[in-house]
């Protein structure tokens, strides 16, 4: 891929990605209604395994990122 098809892939891509929005508004909505209704139940099992899973994620980015320095 030449310099020219790559610069046009990135601008098309950051097009794309700076149209989505930042936040979910339609989760935010459904979330903010179940707290008021006293009806959200998170789930502590699947809390911790994405917390886990964030961690080991960091921990092997921060891995590779020493491997290249």
Not at 8 to 22: G, N, Q, W, Y
Not at 28 to 55: F, G, V
């Amino acid at each position: 891929m030449d310099n020219s098809t790559k610069r046009k892939f990135i601008l098309e891509f950051r097009s794309v990605i700076d149209s989505l929005p930042e936040v979910r508004e339609d989760k935010i909505t459904i979330l903010r209604l179940q707290i008021q209704k006293n009806l959200y139940r998170p789930n502590p099992d699947e809390i911790a395994q994405r917390m886990i899973e964030e961690s080991l994620q960091e921990i092997l980015w921060q891995g590779r990122r020493s491997i290249k320095n």
